[in-house]
């Protein structure tokens, strides 16, 4: 019965930040500076023309009305076109996110499977000379800056060896003839992936590293698992049966948060590996005033880590009986 | 010799425990916080030395300051350590700058972040209820937020993106964090006895929150500090990488931004690293003393994730 | 065991498929096959609707496919036949022009005639696009004589007609006319345009597009009925001789240039900093091509309100900068000081001779020379910034000619990312003002929130700001200074006010003679100059690489290679490696 009162109560709380959010965003975008037609800078554009222009796109409304129609749109579900592309903002969403999902998905699995693995080393040797290394070498990796390392990354891979394509997506040589076979395409696309996969499994391995191995010491010290020694099972035993599957709850729970946030790309990433992603087309969005795809972007993320965050409370409890509410 | 150097280590060790608490001898016997104490030491220096260069001549003031002699990127000599910018500026001197830039632009982003969370975090733990779930929702929303999106959004809004406004930005961003962990603290720390008596001996709220519970979520408070400080750094550079920033203020990542922007990326390798070596040793410098404090201060928050 | 075994199982899997993928691709990827060109692009175009697209990638693309009526020769920049077959025709008696049609087709195959003409210009004139729309306003009425003839009706004489009118891109009423009869009955006519969604456009061009896969690639192919395929315009057989066309997105200018050294594309269309340049020359591959740009760079004064509405000031200010500086190390060289408000290059149009403040002079004389125009005008200061000795010291504040201290202002730019150049200018000029006393603050805005503050509330002291793209015509110079435009959103964002100047103005767009209108823009360059509501700074000069290995016969023009004359006219040099 409590369960089912905190549940219903979470829903009605995720309801109401989201429209709080909603308003919020529409008053930031109806507040701010500048305006679509201002970015075109073409002298023989007069200042009618330029007024017309923007009264057929609706900016010369007052608030209120503007508000209405956008919660009445919102229902309806529409979000209207983006000023610069004129397409419908949910089909360029929509073109744009499977593409970052693709890679920002991935390299977060990859990366935690290898944080696992390596804080299960460096935890079950702790004080020891690899745990030391293995902890600064996570740090260190951790504390690359993103966009520097990545550029010497494509300067070492991409061109000086030359193992691997310089950014983009797929090779445009190959997908143009049509006798291209699926298979083909989607190795192709794996290709395309394995230097910003890299780039991004070894700066944020680290960080699942020291969430595993932080766990790992926590359930080392626990009861039972002096009681599993006392057994007389061996330390591999102990270690792969025992502890790495109860410590890597907390990791399981991060990367369950991070996929979440996957869905906002990253601008950096994709603007260096030319990457069709989302993170980009919001920062285009944002610094050039296409109010109707930033808009409707914002609000799919919010729902995107609304609703995740809300699930991770339920597996939870599911998870862990001890979690009472 | 050696009776010198035992008294040596003796004064030392006196000084350490006697001055400065346990914690600081903690600190050196912890390899990971003894090499971040040294980094950031060494980065503190830098941030001192800035203020030299301009004093020994005009050309190496890192933002105006242009070699008569330089029309193009040169290589490092002996009157610019580390060689000069497209203009003739001096790399070193931009570099020593952006080390105070780095300090200045991470600790007063982190220390606004930090008094502000841990004041929200503590009025809503102590008061609960209705306050609390405000508090605490307005939290959630701004932690859903893409940070570096409604930052460019409203830095678009300020117009004028000077480092300040961009630390004030920084700050009001990476609050909830904070508020969070150190509502869950006073919540534990409400429950325990000396905070009944001080309300029976007539404490005012005011008094308790300030004199009773501040202590106690304090040493979280300065842990949160180191990490808030590294992204704080990491923001700065992003922003400045990605052209949002201030021109007028020599940070690193403005460096990098004007090694990309102006093309000398692959040319002058002398330009591009330092930089980016400095960024990330100074974040792994605040990190290594953070995971030292943490193994100090509380095994059990362990789990907070590292924020990037 | 068994889940190490697995473990192992599955990782050498992923190997295997890595490494197939890998020697996959190494095949592909070299064949390098004959007439197939490849150029790197920095965005893709946002829209392939003619009537919405307004960014540079956009434009670039479409100028393939959407073709003007007469178009600007690479060489002496003349206006010349394109679609047309010869010369406007005058008739001063009506006020009427004639143009006669050449045989084109669509790239379907259906001819081009003189219904397209006349339905393109209508469109532009009902649904007021506003890119196009004033360079048509005072036409009054089009009509197609016969099948490959149309006559312009001029409400009054214009000089523009013929140099920006003409040039408007014709589209064809098969494909734009439901569209447009479907919109201009809905409730936002203009909107209901441009959110019309054009996959494949259909032009008259040299090239076709094909195929485009979002954020990855555009592919063109020749477009078999091209009018001018070989024939010789001024001298120039055009192909195009490419049977194929493959645009690239390269979002950063690194790796673009790393793929045109490696040879993944033949040719970066976008202009290339200064900070490239020793790489590229060092690359036995690459030719670099630096263009002239019709582009004016300039600093700006709100004369709107004291103290910069003082004439006096200002010209105190521009004998202040030091555009040599600007050149030569901001610029690395790589562009010209502008004297006027029309570029250098703009051979007919610039005037030659008109006061260069403080040109060659060096630090000290210039603050020397501002000193004494100002403090003869009435500006003191406390400690004046030249001594009784007659050398530099630092000033304090400057206190304007009533008495009162000068209040800080601000030097707006657009924000280093965007570029890098202008950012940088304003912190130098802050710095050459504080020498005389000039409390300013160089502060970098965000593009759409400067040009809010600028031009919607003329809420700003200065500026630096610079147009990329200025038509050869200089008719902008009525835009910038005209008194009409000193409104919200105008573009007289100086707020510049002078009766003499606009009736100049006015005179210079009625008049028809090309001689009789040089002399009017010469003598409203020299007002401007003299006045400076703007102080023209530079013109930056276009950096432009290809990789040779494959293809030769690019075009030079003002505006750089990547032009229309470039891609019909360059070749496949035979050699196939």
């Not at chain 3, 001018?228 to 493959?246: A, C, S, V």
Request: charged share 15%.
């Amino acid at each position: 019965m409590t369960m089912k009162y905190f549940f219903l109560k979470r829903i009605v709380e995720i309801i109401v930040i989201f429209f709080v959010i909603m308003t919020l965003f529409f008053l930031l975008f109806h507040f701010a500076p500048g305006d679509p037609v201002s970015r075109m800078v073409d002298p023989s554009m007069t200042h009618e023309d330029a007024a017309y222009m923007i009264s057929q796109l609706g900016l010369d409304q007052p608030l209120f009305t503007r508000y209405g129609i956008y919660i009445k749109n919102f229902f309806q579900g529409n979000f209207g076109n983006s000023f610069h592309y004129g397409e419908p903002v949910i089909q360029i969403i929509g073109d744009r996110l499977p593409n970052t999902i693709l890679l920002f998905t991935t390299s977060i699995v990859l990366s935690a499977f290898a944080g696992i693995f390596l804080g299960r080393i460096t935890a079950w040797h702790k004080g020891k000379l690899i745990d030391t290394l293995g902890t600064i070498l996570a740090l260190v990796c951790h504390t690359l800056f993103l966009p520097w390392a990545a550029l010497l990354i494509i300067w070492v891979f991409g061109y000086q060896i030359g193992w691997f394509p310089l950014g983009g997506i797929l090779s445009p040589e190959l997908w143009i003839q049509p006798e291209t076979g699926y298979v083909a395409k989607a190795l192709d696309v794996l290709y395309h992936m394995v230097l910003p996969l890299f780039t991004l499994c070894i700066i944020h391995f680290g960080s699942y590293m020291l969430i595993m191995r932080s766990s790992m010491l926590e359930v080392i010290g626990e009861d039972y698992i002096l009681t599993a020694r006392a057994k007389g099972l061996s330390n591999r035993q102990i270690c792969n049966r025992h502890v790495a599957p109860n410590a890597s709850l907390p990791v399981v729970t991060s990367v369950g948060l991070s996929l979440a946030f996957s869905v906002n790309g990253g601008a950096l990433t994709e603007i260096i590996f030319s990457w069709p992603g989302i993170g980009r087309e919001l920062i285009f969005a944002v610094t050039n005033n296409d109010y109707p795809l930033a808009l409707a972007s914002f609000l799919f993320i919010s729902i995107v880590v609304l609703v995740s965050n809300f699930i991770v409370d339920i597996v939870y409890t599911y998870l862990d009986p001890r979690i009472q509410y | 010799m050696a009776l010198k150097k035992t008294y040596l280590q003796q004064a030392r060790h006196r000084w350490l425990s006697v001055k400065a608490g346990p914690y600081l001898a903690f600190f050196w016997q912890n390899p990971i916080g003894k090499w971040g104490v040294l980094l950031l030491i060494t980065f503190g220096l830098m941030a001192l030395a800035s203020f030299f260069p301009p004093l020994i001549d005009p050309m190496y003031h890192p933002m105006t300051g242009v070699d008569p002699n330089i029309s193009n990127v040169t290589p490092p000599a002996w009157n610019h350590w580390l060689g000069t910018d497209y203009m003739g500026r001096d790399l070193f001197s931009q570099l020593l700058t952006g080390a105070r830039v780095a300090f200045m632009v991470g600790v007063s982003a982190a220390f606004m972040s930090i008094v502000f969370g841990t004041l929200v975090g503590m009025t809503a733990g102590y008061s609960g209820k209705l306050i609390d779930t405000l508090l605490m929702r307005a939290a959630d929303m701004i932690m859903l937020l893409p940070t570096l999106l409604v930052v460019l959004l409203l830095s678009s809004f300020i117009g004028q993106l000077s480092i300040w406004t961009i630390v004030m930005l920084i700050a009001v961003f990476r609050w909830p964090g904070v508020a969070r962990v150190i509502r869950s603290q006073t919540l534990s720390i409400k429950e325990k006895p000396f905070i009944d008596a001080a309300r029976v001996a007539g404490a005012s709220h005011f008094r308790i929150l300030f004199r009773h519970i501040l202590p106690n979520v304090l040493p979280m408070a300065l842990l949160f500090m180191t990490f808030r400080v590294t992204s704080a750094i990491i923001l700065e550079a992003v922003l400045a990488f990605l052209g949002f920033g201030d021109p007028g203020t020599v940070s690193w990542g403005m460096m990098l931004q004007w090694v990309w922007k102006t093309g000398n990326m692959f040319q002058a390798p002398y330009w591009l690293f330092p930089p980016g070596i400095c960024i990330s040793l100074i974040t792994l410098s605040f990190y290594m003393i953070g995971r030292a404090m943490e193994e100090i201060l509380d095994p059990r928050l362990r789990k907070e994730k590292i924020e990037d | 065991m068994a889940e190490k075994r697995a473990c192992l199982k599955v990782s050498a899997c992923v190997l295997l498929i890595f490494l197939s993928a890998v020697m996959l691709m190494s095949c592909t990827g070299r064949k390098n096959e004959k007439n197939f060109l490849k150029i790197a692009v920095s965005e893709e175009p946002e829209s392939f609707n003619i009537w919405l697209a307004s960014d540079a990638n956009s434009r670039k693309m479409l100028s393939l496919i959407y073709q003007p009526l007469y178009i600007r020769d690479p060489e002496e920049l003349d206006l010349i036949p394109w679609l047309a077959s010869s010369d406007p025709v005058y008739f001063p008696e009506d006020l009427s022009y004639t143009v006669s049609l050449r045989q084109v087709k669509w790239s379907n195959g259906s001819d081009l005639t003189s219904s397209d003409v006349v339905f393109t210009i209508n469109l532009i004139k009902a649904f007021q696009v506003p890119r196009f729309i004033s360079k048509w306003r005072f036409v009054k009425k089009v009509e197609a004589v016969d099948k490959h003839t149309v006559r312009f009706y001029l409400e009054e004489p214009k000089a523009v007609f013929l140099t920006r009118s003409l040039g408007v891109p014709i589209v064809s009423q098969k494909e734009w006319e439901a569209v447009a009869e479907k919109a201009i009955h809905s409730e936002k006519p203009y909107k209901t345009l441009i959110n019309h969604k054009i996959e494949i456009p259909l032009g008259c061009g040299p090239f076709v597009l094909k195929e485009k896969r979002q954020g990855a690639y555009l592919y063109f192919k020749k477009n078999p009925f091209f009018f001018g395929e070989n024939q010789t315009i001024k001298g120039h057989t055009l192909g195009p001789y490419i049977d194929r066309l493959l645009f690239k997105v390269y979002r950063s200018a690194d790796v673009a240039i790393l793929a045109l050294k490696k040879g993944s594309v033949d040719y970066y269309w976008s202009g290339i900093q200064p900070g490239h340049m020793k790489g590229l020359t060092r690359h036995k591959k690459i030719d670099v091509f630096v263009s002239k740009k019709s582009a004016f760079y300039y600093m700006g004064f709100n004369v709107r309100k004291p103290p910069f509405s003082d004439p006096h000031l200002r010209r105190a200010m521009a004998v202040l900068i030091d555009k040599q500086f600007i050149v030569s190390l901001i610029l690395q060289g790589f562009a010209t000081q502008m004297t006027s408000v029309v570029p250098k290059g703009n051979g007919f149009w610039h005037n030659p001779d008109l006061p260069d403040y403080g040109c060659g002079l060096s630090r000290a004389e210039r603050i020397k020379k501002a000193y004494h125009m100002l403090s003869s005008k009435g500006y003191t200061w406390e400690d004046p910034p030249v001594n009784q000795n007659n050398e530099i010291v630092s000033p304090s504040p400057i206190r304007l000619p009533h008495g009162r201290p000068m209040e800080a202002f601000t030097i707006l730019t657009p924000p280093a990312g965007y570029d890098p150049h202008r950012a940088a200018c304003g912190t130098m000029i802050q710095e050459w003002f504080k020498d005389l006393g000039l409390p300013a603050q160089s502060r970098p805005m965000s593009f759409g929130a400067l040009l809010n503050t600028v031009k919607a509330r003329h809420e700003f002291d200065t500026l630096i700001f610079g147009y990329g793209r200025l038509s050869l015509d200089p008719d902008y110079l009525r835009s910038f200074f005209h008194s009409n435009n000193d409104k919200s959103r105008g573009w007289n964002m100086s707020g510049y006010k002078n009766s003499e100047f606009d009736r100049l103005a006015n005179a210079s767009l009625a008049a028809m003679d090309k001689f009789e209108r040089q002399k009017l823009i010469w003598e409203m360059q020299e007002i401007i100059l003299r006045d400076l509501p703007y102080l023209p700074l530079y013109n930056p000069a276009l950096i432009e690489a290809v990789n040779n290995t494959a293809f030769s016969g690019w075009v030079e023009m003002v505006g750089g290679i990547g032009n229309i004359w470039s891609l019909c006219c360059v070749k496949h040099q035979g050699v196939v490696p």
